[in-house]
């Protein structure tokens, strides 16, 4: 048993202090130099007191980056990244725990197996694969056949390059797995029992039983597509389909050795953030049950 001392809360609460600062505090530095002016934010030292000057620095960092059509981009690419990759996880985690095949744990564990493999470290395979998608399909007709084709098709530029490459995911089928685990096999077993096949199971039964899954890795989902920056710098060389996280290069103070005017950089920064805080204040909740609910 813990024992409880005045020591012991003092010590944890100032821990808990210390990084709630730490945590805290750069943001509470966009928020103070997005609403300063030029003059005041490159001040030294820093004043933390926040200004007066946010719209007209908001307004200076939207035209600047041309911020209208990236957010638009972004929500578009962050909408189909998370509805892929929720959509997709769960009908891996379906056919992986209520199908009987000899091989679901080695497809689950190859799946799995995947989480030490980030995009970093395959971006120039699946790089490659994207500028031309008939590459596999040409090699292989050609090593059985020796038939050369010349057809090409690639995905640069486009939703889809922005999109299909990140979908699959293996913590979503990880977590929907775990939890389509702790249903009892009564359950199953009831639905056949009563006429209803696999796909009639899974949406009648699984997802609406799946909700605050759902919720939870749309959380978390929508701010990794959101944040990607990697990815459509290599996908996009047309400015019409660059993402808010590339046109955040554009609001950087230019390097002509005039002042740099960190309070627009700081206020278009403040604006990019918005929707993934937005998304996880509302989905909090669930979030929060799905990741530490006690049937996990």
């Known amino acids: 048993m813990i024992q409880r001392t005045p020591f012991a809360n003092a010590l944890t ?3 808990m202090v210390i990084g709630f600062l730490l945590l805290i505090g750069p943001f509470l530095v966009v928020i103070a130099g997005a609403s300063q002016t030029m003059q005041q934010v490159n001040a030294v030292p820093f004043r933390f007191v926040p200004g007066d000057q946010f719209l007209a620095n908001a307004t200076a960092a939207w035209t600047r980056g041309d911020l209208g059509h990236a957010m638009i981009n972004s929500l578009i690419m962050t909408l189909m990244i998370t509805f892929g990759k929720v959509a997709l996880s769960a009908c891996t985690a379906f056919a992986i725990v209520f ?5 679901k744990h080695l497809f689950f564990w190859t799946v799995f197996i995947t989480l030490m493999l980030p995009l970093e470290v395959r971006v120039v395979p699946t790089y490659a694969v994207a500028a031309d998608m008939f590459t596999p399909f040409r ?3 050609q090593f059985f056949t020796g038939i050369e084709l010349k057809i090409e098709w690639n995905l640069l530029n486009s939703y889809a390059g922005l999109t299909l490459p990140l979908i699959a995911t293996a913590t979503g089928t990880f977590l929907y797995r775990q939890f389509f685990m702790t249903l009892p096999d009564e359950l199953a077993e009831a639905a056949r029992m009563d006429g209803s096949g696999p796909v009639r199971f899974f949406f009648d039964m699984l997802l609406p039983l799946s909700r605050t899954n759902i919720l939870a890795l749309t959380t978390i989902m929508f701010v990794y597509g959101w944040n990607q920056y990697l990815w459509p710098l290599l996908m996009v060389t047309d400015p019409s389909y660059q993402t808010v996280m590339m046109k955040l290069r554009m609001l ?3 390097e002509d050795g005039g ?3 960190w309070n627009v950089t700081l206020a278009g920064s403040l604006l990019i953030m918005l929707p993934p805080v937005l998304v996880v204040a509302v989905l909090q909740r669930w979030f929060v049950r799905g990741l530490v ?4």
């Open 293 to 296: 609910s006690s049937e996990k």
């Open 139 to 141: 090699l292989l007709i």
């Open 252 to 254: 950087l103070p230019p």
């Open 99 to 103: 199908f009987r095949s000899p091989l």
């Open 259 to 261: 002042t740099p005017d």
């Open 13 to 15: 609460y100032a821990i």
